[in-house]
C-alpha cells in the first residue's frame, strides 16, 4: 500500500534548497521587509528618547543612579513576561512588538550614552567652561561628539539584539523572519524555511552593525586617525 | 473585570497551581531545565575561559563567540537544534539554553584570570609553582569574583530564555503565557499577564539571590572596586 503511494522520489528534507527560496521569495521578502522596518523604528524611536535620557542623567547626577538602576532591572526581565504584562493593553499586532523592542534597545543606549559621557575628561569640560561654551554649546560641541563612540556601541548593541528580539514577536503574531522560522517549525519541521530566515536574521544584524560601524566612523575621523 | 484583576483571580485559583501543567509543573521544568543549561554552560565555558585566560591567547575568540551568539536568535536556534541529532525534547532545549549561558560565563572567566595583578603571577612562578599550580592556586581563587558575576548574568539569561521554549513545546513557564495567547486576549489577559508575572519574578528573584551570592564569595577588599568592574564587563559583555 505504501509502496503504491510514493509514486515519486522522496524530497527530502534539506537544510537549505534553493528552490524554496525561488518558490517562496515574495513571503520571505515580505517578512525580511517588516523585519527591518521594525527594527529601524524601533532603534530611531529608542535612540530618540534615550539620548535625552541620557544627557538627563549626566546633568542631573542624583537621577543618574536611579535611571541606570531602573533600566538595569527592566532588562532582566525577560522578552516573552515583557510581551505578556504590554499584550493584554496593547493588543496582539506590531504595536506591542514595537514597544517590546524599543523598551530593550532603550535600556542598551541609555547605559551606553550614559557611559560615553561619564568619560569626557573633566578637564576638557573646565576648559570649554573657560573657553565661554555654555551648558548647550558644550554639549553639542563638546560632550556629544566626545562621548559618541559610547553612543555608537550602544547603538550597534541595540540593533543587534533587536534584530534577534523581533523574533520573539511570533507570540503576537508579527516577528518578521520569525513568523518564518516558527512557521516552518510547525509545518513538518521544514529545515530550508527555518534555515533561511534565520541566516537573513544574522545576515541583517551583521549588515546593520557594520553599517552603524562604518557611520560610527565617519562621524569620529579622529578616532581612526589616533588608531592608525 | 480588567486583566490586572483578572490576573489576581487566576493566580488566586488553587488548582491553577497544582493542576497537571500547573505552575508548579511548569516552574519544576523551567527550573530543571534553567540549571540542566547553566550547568552544561558551566561545564563548557570556564576551563575554556580560564585556560585562555591563563595562556593569555584567544582574547579574540572570546569577543566573536559573545557577538555572534547575540546576533543569532533564541527562537532559531530553539527550532534548529532539535532537528538535528539531538532529536526532540529536553537535550536540545537544554543544548540551546546552554548556548546563550557561555558568552557571559566564558567572558568572565577570561577576564577574571586576565585581571591577576602580572606581580602575584610573579612571585608565583618565582616561588617554583608550575603553570598549572599558578592557575589552581593563584588565578583561580582570584578569579572567583568574576565566576560568580559571569554565574549570574548567565543563570538569569537562561531563565529568561527558557520561557521561549514553550515555542518547541519544551515546558517551562512560558507554557502558561503560551496558552494564554491561544485563548486570545479577552479572555486569557489574566492568565498572560500571571504568567509573565511568575516569568519576571522567577528572573528577578534569581537575580537579587546570585547577587548575594556574588557578594559572599568576594573577598570583603575587593568588593568596591569588583562592583564597578562587574558593571564594566556587563556593560561589554552582554550590553544587548
Redesign the interface.
Known sequence: MSLRLSYRADPGNPWFSWQYVRDNSDTILSALGDHTWLTVRAVVIAALVGLPLAVVAYWVRPLAGPIVAFTG?LY??????????L???L??GALTVLSVVVL??LL?IV??AV?GLNQVPPEVREAAEGMGYGRWGRLFRIELPLALPGIV??LR??T??????V??G???GR?G??QL??A??QNN?Y?AQ??T??LL??LL??LA?LVLAGVGRLLTPWAARRAG | MS?IEQAVVWLNDPLNWTNPGGIMDRLGEHLSMSAAAVALGCLVAWPLGLWLGHSGRGGGLVLLVS?VT???????LL??L??TFLGFGRPAVVVALAVFAVPPLLANAYTGVRQVDPETRDAARGMGLSGGQVLRRVELPLAVPYLAAGFRTAT?QV???A??A???NGGGL?EI??S??GLS?AAG??Q??A???L??GL??LA?VLLAGAERLVTPRPLRPARRRAARRAG?AVT??
Open positions: 532591572v532582566t526581565v525577560p522578552s516573552l513576561a515583557l510581551f505578556a504584562f499584550a493584554p493593553y493588543g496582539i530593550y534597545a542598551v547605559r551606553n557611559a556601541t550602544g548593541l541595540a543587534v539584539s533587536t534584530v534577534a528580539l523574533t520573539v511570533v507570540v503576537v516577528g523572519l520569525g522560522i516558527f516552518g517549525f519541521f529545515k527555518i534555515m530566515a534565520t536574521c544574522v544584524a551583521l552593525d | 486583566a557577538n547575540l546576533a543569532v536568535p533564541t527562537l532559531a527550532t534548529i532539535p532537528l538569569v531563565i529568561a530564555t520561557a521561549l514553550t515555542f518547541v512560558g503565557i503560551r494564554g495567547f486576549i489577559g489574566g498572560i499577564l504568567g509573565g508575572l516569568v519576571a528572573a528577578l537575580e556593560n550590553g544587548g
